[in-house]
């Protein structure tokens, strides 16, 4: 059974970034962001095994399963090859995400993060193709895919190898278009090619693209007043054919109304706009900021419990606004009290989950310079 697109919300709801209070997540916040979501007709929740730190699935059962029928919502989640060690490892990890989720089963399940290396070579040293397509057959599965941050020759080779995959999931945004590391232009060609469908995400790229410099705003403020920088983000990649769902993960109501009146009467890009995005990408291109989406995957393994997007997100204000001293002073009110930069070991977990390939370590050298 191939994905029905036509079903398929244009807004997907990513539960990578919820709202958070006292460490937990604010599960009456989420309760009201989903709610207001799905009164405007929209139905597609993204999760993962390890977002927020394995709490995200259980979100979603309380704020999702529990209060809305099971037919009235699709729910995607993801199994992790980082956290493969055994054939066996495959279901126990599969269960758990049911037990978690509330459900007996997902309508979209993909293999997380696919990329050259250790997670690539892991899926398919345990079979894990050919076990998706088993789950699907018990009706565990609705339909199997992979989420993407590999080159566009893996891509390719997947798909010839693996035709059985139903849709794609992978970072685009207007910024990424050209980027050689992301090339989100090329998969999106690969994808157009085959008539793939496709799953959008970072089409705001961690909220980068939500606060562009000011000189970016002002373009686009002159170009269509009063319309969110994140609005330009997402209409971008909403005006791309071929394109199922596009997720946002929001954190916060503001967020939420936003994005909503974003694909309410939807209005795809014009040709003038077109152009101001060209602009905004010259002056974004100059400002060398560090492309971190935030996803927190680098955290999680971290020794020393370095809040790592936490410190880049301070050292892309300080490069994007030169608020030097606010931003420093904002470091060591809320960030340096769980862990500096300095504190960094040079173990390389980071860099070995991190899809956007940085160079954490010498990132962290540099922002330590900067901050400590």
């Given at each position: 059974?191939?994905?029905?697109?036509?079903?398929?919300?244009?807004?997907?709801?990513?539960?990578?970034?919820?709202?958070?209070?006292?460490g937990?997540?604010?599960?009456?916040?989420?309760?009201?962001?989903?709610?207001?979501?799905?009164?405007?007709?929209?139905?597609?929740?993204?999760t993962?095994?390890?977002?927020?730190?394995?709490?995200?699935?259980?979100?979603?059962?309380?704020a999702?399963?529990?209060?809305?029928?099971?037919?009235?919502?699709?729910?995607?989640?993801?199994?992790?090859?980082?956290?493969?060690?055994?054939?066996?490892?495959?279901?126990r990890?599969?269960?758990?995400?049911?037990?978690?989720?509330?459900?007996?089963?997902?309508d979209?399940?993909?293999?997380?993060?696919?990329?050259?290396?250790g997670?690539?070579?892991?899926?398919?040293?345990?079979?894990?193709?050919?076990?998706?397509v088993?789950?699907?057959?018990?009706?565990?599965?609705?339909?199997?895919?992979?989420?993407?941050?590999?080159?566009?020759?893996?891509?390719?080779?997947?798909?010839?190898?693996h035709?059985?995959?139903?849709?794609?999931?992978?970072?685009?945004?207007?910024i990424d278009?050209?980027?050689?590391?992301?090339a989100?232009?090329?998969?999106?060609?690969?994808?157009?090619?085959?008539?793939?469908?496709?799953?959008?995400?970072?089409?705001?790229?961690?909220g980068?693209l939500?606060?562009?410099?000011?000189?970016?705003?002002?373009?686009?403020?002159?170009?269509?007043?009063?319309?969110?920088?994140?609005?330009?983000?997402?209409?971008?990649?909403?005006?791309?054919?071929?394109?199922?769902?596009?997720?946002s993960?929001?954190?916060?109501?503001?967020?939420?109304?936003?994005?909503?009146?974003?694909?309410?009467?939807?209005?795809?890009?014009?040709?003038?706009?077109k152009?101001t995005?060209?602009?905004?990408?010259?002056?974004?291109?100059g400002?060398?900021?560090?492309?971190?989406t935030?996803?927190?995957?680098?955290?999680?393994g971290?020794?020393?419990?370095?809040?790592?997007?936490?410190?880049?997100?301070?050292?892309?204000?300080?490069?994007?606004?030169n608020?030097?001293?606010r931003?420093?002073?904002?470091?060591?009110?809320?960030?340096?009290?769980?862990?500096?930069?300095?504190?960094?070991?040079?173990?390389?977990?980071c860099?070995?989950?991190?899809?956007?390939?940085?160079?954490?370590?010498?990132l962290?050298?540099?922002?330590?310079?900067?901050?400590?």
């Open positions: 059974m191939s994905v029905d697109t036509s079903k398929m919300p244009r807004l997907g709801f990513g539960l990578m970034r919820l709202p958070e209070a006292d937990n997540i604010d599960l009456d916040s989420v309760c009201k962001m989903v709610d207001k979501y799905m009164e405007a007709g929209l139905n597609y929740f993204d993962a095994y390890v977002y927020h730190g394995g709490k995200s699935e259980e979100a979603a059962k309380k999702v399963v529990e209060r809305y029928p099971r037919d009235s919502f699709y729910l995607a989640t993801k199994l992790p090859a980082w956290c493969i060690k055994s054939s066996e490892d495959r279901d990890i599969f269960n758990e995400q049911c037990e978690r989720a509330g459900v007996d089963y997902f979209f399940y993909l293999l997380h993060s696919i990329e050259e290396g997670n690539y070579d892991t899926y398919e040293k345990f079979d894990c193709f050919k076990w998706g088993e789950k699907k057959k018990e009706g565990k599965i609705k339909h199997f895919g992979f989420s993407f941050h590999g080159t566009p020759d893996l891509l390719e080779k997947l798909l010839d190898d035709p059985e995959v139903e849709f794609v999931q992978i970072q685009l945004n207007y278009w050209d980027n050689p590391v992301i989100s232009g090329r998969l999106y060609e690969i994808l157009s090619e085959r008539n793939i469908p496709m799953i959008i995400m970072e089409p705001v790229k961690g980068t939500a606060s562009p410099p000011p000189e970016a705003l002002k373009l686009f403020n002159a170009s269509r007043p009063g319309a969110s920088a994140a609005s330009w983000a997402l209409r971008f990649v909403a005006s791309l054919p071929g394109v199922m769902t596009i997720l993960g929001m954190s916060n109501e503001e967020q939420v109304k936003d994005n909503i009146s974003t694909f309410t009467e939807f209005e795809p890009l014009s040709d003038g706009e152009q995005i060209e602009e905004v990408k010259q002056i974004m291109h400002k060398p900021t560090i492309g971190c935030s996803c927190r995957y680098c955290c999680d971290c020794p020393m419990g370095i809040p790592i997007p936490d410190i880049f997100s301070i050292i892309n204000t300080i490069r994007i606004y608020e030097g001293w931003a420093k002073n904002y470091y060591n009110s809320n960030i340096a009290g769980t862990a500096r930069a300095s504190d960094c070991i040079g173990c390389g977990q860099e070995g989950v991190c899809p956007q390939h940085l160079p954490i370590i010498e962290l050298k540099d922002a330590s310079s900067q901050l400590d």
